[in-house]
T-cell receptor, first 112, second 113 residues
C-alpha cells in the first residue's frame, strides 16, 4: 500500500468545521482513500472512503484533489465526541482480504 | 445489532505466563483480522482468517504468538511465555465477504509485568 502523510495533531473549537489533511503523492490509479478514526479506549471505526469524486455521508465529507495526491476529511461541525485519532489509509479496490495499514494518524483535540 | 466483542477487556500477566484473548466477530462475517497497537502508535497487522482458514500470519512477531478460529466464528489469540514487550492493545476486526470496511472490537489491553 502507498504511504500517507498526516499532521501529528490538530486542534479545533467546538461547533466549528475541521479540515484534516492527508498527503498521498505516490497513490496509484487503483487506490481508494479510506478514513478511519479511533476514539479513546475504543477500536478504530470506519468514517468514509472515495476514489476520485468528493464524497459525503452522515459522519463527514471527503474532498479529493484533482491529481489525487492529497485529500481532506471535513467534519462540518466538530463536537467533543469527535476528539479522536484520524487515520488516512490507501486501499486497492476489492482488497477486503488484506489488512489495513495504519500510520500514526492525526490526533484531533476539540475545545469547548 | 451486536458489534465485535473482545474479552477480557484488560489483562495483567506476569512475565512468562500464557494468555488467551478472545474475539467474537459480527455474525456471518467471513474475514477476521488481529492487530496489535502499541502506545501512541497505529494498529499493526498480526494475522488474518477467512472462515476457519488462517491465510496470512506474516505479522505475528514470534512463534510465541498463535491464533485460531476453528469453526469460522470465534477466534482466540494466544501468547505463550509473555514478555514485557508484548504489552499492547490487541484489536480484532471482522468484515463481510467482499466488503472493504472492517469493524473493530474495543480491544484487549494486555499489561505484562
Amino acid at each position: 500500500d502507498a504511504k500517507t502523510t498526516q499532521p501529528n495533531s490538530m486542534e479545533s473549537n467546538e461547533e466549528e468545521p475541521v479540515h484534516l489533511p492527508c498527503n498521498h503523492s505516490t497513490i496509484s490509479g487503483t487506490d481508494y482513500i479510506h478514513w478511519y478514526r479511533q476514539l479513546p479506549s475504543q477500536g478504530p471505526e470506519y468514517v468514509i472512503h472515495g476514489l476520485t469524486s468528493n464524497v459525503n455521508n452522515r459522519m463527514a465529507s471527503l474532498a479529493i484533489a484533482e491529481d489525487r495526491k492529497s485529500s481532506t476529511l471535513i467534519l462540518h461541525r466538530a463536537t467533543l465526541r469527535d476528539a479522536a485519532v484520524y487515520y488516512c489509509i490507501l486501499r486497492v479496490w476489492n482488497s477486503g482480504n488484506t489488512p489495513l495499514v495504519f500510520g500514526k494518524g492525526t490526533r484531533l483535540s476539540v475545545i469547548a | 445489532g451486536a458489534g465485535v466483542s473482545q474479552s477480557p477487556r484488560y489483562k495483567v500477566a506476569k512475565r512468562g505466563q500464557d494468555v488467551a484473548l478472545r474475539c467474537d466477530p459480527i455474525s456471518g462475517h467471513v474475514s477476521l483480522f488481529w492487530y496489535q497497537q502499541a502506545l501512541g502508535q497505529g494498529p499493526e497487522f498480526l494475522t488474518y482468517f477467512q472462515n476457519e482458514a488462517q491465510l496470512d500470519k506474516s505479522g505475528l512477531p514470534s512463534d510465541r504468538f498463535f491464533a485460531e478460529r476453528p469453526e469460522g466464528s470465534v477466534s482466540t489469540l494466544k501468547i505463550q511465555r509473555t514478555q514485557q514487550e508484548d504489552s499492547a492493545v490487541y484489536l480484532c476486526a471482522s468484515s463481510p465477504r467482499g466488503r472493504e470496511t472492517q469493524y473493530f472490537g474495543p480491544g484487549t489491553r494486555l499489561l505484562v509485568l
